[in-house]
Each structure stands twice: as C-alpha cells, then as structure tokens.
C-alpha cells in the first residue's frame, strides 16, 4: 500500500511540473475589448476585457523546437508523443499573431474573418480584465445584448455567438501551464472530441469533453437560430467518444423565425434586414424574478435603426420565446431527456464562457439544419463569392432586464401562453413537427460548432 501511494504521490508531482507548456517563439497579446455591465435605473459600466483563440487553433511544437506535436492527419507525432504525461511535458503551445489569425478588435468591436480558400476561420472567448481567466456570465433573470452585422455572411456559413460551461480558468489547475490566455478547456453540448490537451494533458485517446451550451446566436444573412442545449451533467466533463450518445442535448429546443412559419421576419430587406447592423437582446427569465430562480423562459427582442422589434410569433405555437410548453408542442425530446430548464439553470448560476466563432460547413447537407429546408431558403453550399468573410459584433452589454437597451413600456407586448389558447394543439397530435431531425442522441450530422481538428492550428503557421 505504502508503494502504491508512492507512486500515485509521483505520478501527481510529475503532471504538477510538467503541465501543458507555454512557447516562447510568438508572445502572445490579447487583444483587448471593452464590454458593459448593466444596472436598472444607474446605467452602464465599461469594462476592460480581452479575446484569446482556442488553444487548437495555436501551433503546438516541441519545447524549444520546431517539431509539430500533432500532424496534419490528426496522428500524435509518436517520437515526441508517447504518453498523455511526456507530451504535455514536451509539447508548448505558441503565443498567435490576431492579424492574421482572422480577429481583430476595436474598442468595443470584434470582427472575425471566415477564409474561404482554406474554410478556416477563429473560435475564440472574452477574458476576464486580469486577462487569465475566462470571464463568466451568471444569467439568472439577466440580459445579453450585443450590435452584429453580417451582411457578408450568406447561405452554408455561421457567425455563432453562444455561452459554454468552461471552466474559468481553462483548466489550468493543477496541469495545465497555458491555461484560459491561451485558449484551453473548450467543451460544448456536442461533447467535442478533438480537443489536443484536456486539463493539461494530451487527449491521446480522443476523449470528449461535455459540458451545457446556450447558443443565443447562430446565423447567417438568411436565418437565425435561438438554441437551448443541456447536459446530464454539469460540465466539464469526460466522456469516450463512443460513448457520448444521450449526455447532452444535442439538437436542443430551437427558435428559428423562418423554421416556425415565419417567413417574411429575418433577411435581407425584411423586418430585420441583415444587410445592415442590428441590436440583438436576449432575456432569461426565471420563475421567481430573480436570479435565485429557477430559468422558465428565454426572450428575444431585436433592435434597429432605433426601433424595438419584439420577436416574431411561432404559427405552430402562437408563442415567441422558449418556455416549457414551447419546446414541448415543437417536439424537443432531447431537452426532455436532459432535464429540461434544469441544466441550464446551474449552468446559468455558476457562470458561463462566452464563445465567438464564424464557420462554413463543407459537406453535402451544409449548414441546412439552420438555413435550408424548412429552416431558411437556402439551397446548399456554401457561399463564396468574396474572398475573406466577415461578421462583427460590438457593443456587448449585460446586465438587469431591460437595462441594456432603449426599453419602454409601449414596446413590451405580453407574452403568449398557450395554456390560455381555446385552440392548443395536443402534443399526440403534432404528427406534423417541422423538425423531424430531433432526436434523443447526439446528431454528429448537424454540428453545432466546428470541430478544432479541421484547423490546422496545431501546425506551425507558414
């Protein structure tokens, strides 16, 4: 017994010093970006943040080398590479020039840049002011309002802003040198295998990582997409790759203007014209009013050229938010599965890593589930009439409800509740659900998120 926790004590020493390892070829300068906090009645706070890229996105070589850890198939270099711990030993993860890595900031503005050459673009996460952690949003009976343009996003692309149960600190602790400044511990509800390291040492065996994922913004110039997506879980959290099937919601209880009936709402020229900037707030209600609460519904209101756009009603449901009954009557069986509200309201009250990325998807069905079919008018592929891609969101707020934008009360129109409706649909008789593709399990045909692999971040940049 005595060896055995001898060698367990060991075993502990060596990953403590041989963490994930931080280059020294590229320093790494995060570029700043100002955000604002919110308060009924006494306005808004700014607030000195940074962005990093994902840690797959970096090169990662050998220390004091410049020998790829990782090749461009995906193989460990098998030299370098012989366990999870003298990998993590041996390998550093390099600083990332933003200016050509597809971000810039500029004030309280970010744009990222899609290359469609290559179909590469970033995924990066707002830092806390110390610049080392990731910052956290407690979204309990709060509001998150960001401007966006994407004008030049078209069909097969999707400029994503969304909130991940990452840990703040990326994992740093105890393994991991490099920690959230350079991008570590990315999850998602799509429990995402390819991440290179996990908790600081290298995801040799592809092990994947699930944790709760709001997706309050996944869109194009064509269609948009409110997604919730819980786990069983509070997350970080491993699972095998094989063997992820029903931890999360993959699919999620989903508000997309064009999938319920509404056609006329979201576009360009419409009644949100997404050939110009517009505000986009997003509210999280709970049952009590208050952030001790437990998450009941989830609000959208837009706002453009100074005119507060309630969000369009569902013809299936007569509502316009996310509630219980709503995801009911539209057949998200995976939210049930999971736990409904209940995930994400943890998820909510411990906080919450904000995730910005702009990608295209390749294959065959494209990025239909949000822009083709019963979705959106697009029609497959992707796009790609201009060189370099761009989507720009600024002007992030958080704070109170209806503190974040020009609120007033001739604006706020009452919410629907379908409890009240003579004609509520019975959910035995929703035979013909727009969604047909919802399911229990995890769809890997309709990626959420890109998967890290398909950059080649991990190589050392030419």
Request: some cysteine; overall charge negative; proline content about 5%.
């Amino acid at each position: 017994m005595a060896k055995s926790l001898s060698l367990v004590a060991l075993s502990s020493l060596v990953a403590l010093v041989y963490g994930q390892q931080i280059g020294t070829n590229t320093p790494e300068v995060n570029p700043p970006l100002t955000w604002e906090t919110c308060k009924s009645g006494t306005g808004c706070t700014s607030v000195a943040g940074s962005v990093t890229i994902d840690a797959n996105y970096r090169w990662t070589h050998n220390v004091g080398g410049y020998t790829n850890c990782k090749e461009n198939s995906g193989a460990w270099n098998s030299t370098i590479c012989t366990t999870p711990t003298s990998c993590a030993q041996d390998c550093a993860v390099e600083g990332v020039d933003y200016a050509t890595s597809g971000v810039a900031t500029s004030g309280n503005a970010l744009t990222v840049t899609l290359t469609t050459a290559t179909n590469s673009g970033p995924r990066i996460y707002l830092l806390d002011p110390t610049g080392e952690k990731y910052q956290l949003f407690q979204l309990l009976q709060q509001e998150f309002t960001f401007d966006v343009n994407l004008a030049q996003v078209g069909c097969g692309m999707n400029a994503a802003l969304y909130f991940s149960e990452m840990a703040a600190d990326g994992g740093a602790a105890p393994t991991n040198a490099a920690g959230a400044k350079y991008g570590t511990g990315y999850c998602d509800a799509q429990c995402p295998s390819g991440d290179n390291f996990i908790n600081g040492l290298a995801n040799m065996n592809n092990t994947a990582q699930c944790c709760n994922e709001m997706d309050i913004w996944e869109a194009n110039s064509i269609s948009n997409a409110l997604t919730t997506h819980g786990c069983l879980q509070n997350g970080p959290y491993a699972c095998p790759s094989s063997g992820c099937s029903g931890q999360c919601d993959g699919n999620g209880c989903q508000f997309n203007p064009y999938g319920q009936g509404q056609h006329s709402f979201y576009g360009p020229g419409l009644t949100v014209d997404t050939t110009k900037t517009f505000t986009v707030v997003t509210q999280f209600l709970t049952d009590n009013g208050l952030p001790t609460g437990n998450l009941n519904e989830i609000r959208r209101i837009y706002v453009q050229n100074g005119v507060v756009i309630q969000n369009t009603v569902s013809t299936i449901t007569n509502t316009n938010s996310i509630t219980s009954t709503y995801c009911q009557v539209t057949g998200a069986t995976g939210w049930q599965s999971v736990g409904e509200m209940v995930p994400l309201t943890k998820a909510f009250d411990t906080g919450v890593v904000l995730v910005v990325s702009l990608w295209d998807d390749a294959s065959s069905d494209g990025m239909s589930w949000l822009d083709g079919g019963s979705d959106g008018s697009c029609t497959g592929g992707i796009d790609t009439t201009a060189a370099t891609i761009n989507a720009t969101f600024s002007n992030i707020k958080f704070g109170d409800i209806n503190s974040t934008y020009p609120y007033l009360e001739l604006d706020h129109q009452p919410q629907l509740d379908l409890d009240q409706l003579d004609h509520q649909p019975q959910l035995d008789q929703l035979d013909h659900q727009p969604h047909d593709h919802i399911d229990d399990d995890l769809d890997r045909s309709r990626p959420t998120h890109p998967d890290p692999l398909r950059w080649e971040g991990t190589n050392k940049p030419s």
